[in-house]
């Protein structure tokens, strides 16, 4: 399956911010999504991940309460809702897909797209 992922920009803190994951290629339905970040200087880190099939989801607890992982099937994409955005949240942004629901290791997802900028400023 191959990944693009779109939708970063500029925000303020306490802003709102929706990235987009299209897939195309064949989605199995056993996979599972994962939104990834990594900020400068260190290394990447889990954010949220959906089962394609079902769509139950897991987040980090960094994210949690404020950040909504979803998919729609019909459109073969998957989005990453961010509402009050912290400065600490700034980072690159990638999508992912993997088989092993619950995981937040990045050696468990084999797909990657390329990566999409957020920046929030204070």
């Known amino acids: 399956v191959q990944l693009q992922a779109s939708g970063g920009g500029l925000v303020q803190v306490g802003g709102s911010l929706r990235l987009s994951c299209a897939a195309s290629?064949?989605?199995?339905?056993?996979?599972?999504m994962g939104w990834f970040r990594q900020a400068p200087g260190k290394e990447r880190e889990f954010v949220a991940g959906?089962?394609?099939?079902?769509?139950?989801?897991y987040y980090a607890d960094s994210v949690k309460g404020r950040f909504t992982i979803s998919r729609d099937s019909a459109k073969n994409t998957v989005y990453l809702q961010m509402d009050s955005l912290k400065p600490e949240d700034t980072a690159v942004y990638y999508c992912?897909?993997?088989?092993?629901?619950?995981?937040?290791?990045?050696?468990?997802?084999?797909?990657w797209g390329q990566g999409t900028q957020v920046t929030v400023s204070s």
């Open positions: 992912a897909a993997g088989l092993q629901y619950g995981s937040s290791l990045v050696a468990d997802f084999r797909s």
């Open positions: 290629g064949r989605i199995f339905s056993s996979y599972v």
């Open positions: 959906i089962k394609w099939s079902g769509g139950r989801t």
